[in-house]
């Protein structure tokens, strides 16, 4: 297999077919690359801010309301609250509210009453 030098390859750049090449180059790279670094961001952003949140929704919390003699009454799921996540997780409470605004974009968590619950 033939290399070429530095020397050769700035010489076909500069020929129409090296050019046309470079053109093409640029212009695959600045209409696919925007999107990669975008959807890099966000794996980013999910894998080491968002999944730390939606885990720790994750359990259930459940109350029994108190129900007539005999009967056992209803369980009503309770909610997480910001505060609660972000004392669990260590975070701030606008860090954590804005990784429940990713979360709910994407459909993995939902509002419930005062607070938040994982779908």
Known sequence: MHWLTW???IEFLKTWQGAAATAFTVIAALYYGPRKMLETWDWYWERFRDNAVLLAMYPRRFVRSGGVAGHSGQTKELPY????IAE???RKETSVLRSLHRLLRRGKVERH???WRAK
């Open 7 to 9: 020397q050769q390859f």
């Open 81 to 84: 609250e910001v505060k609660q």
């Open 88 to 90: 669990q997780l260590k």
């Open 113 to 115: 009453e005062n607070g």
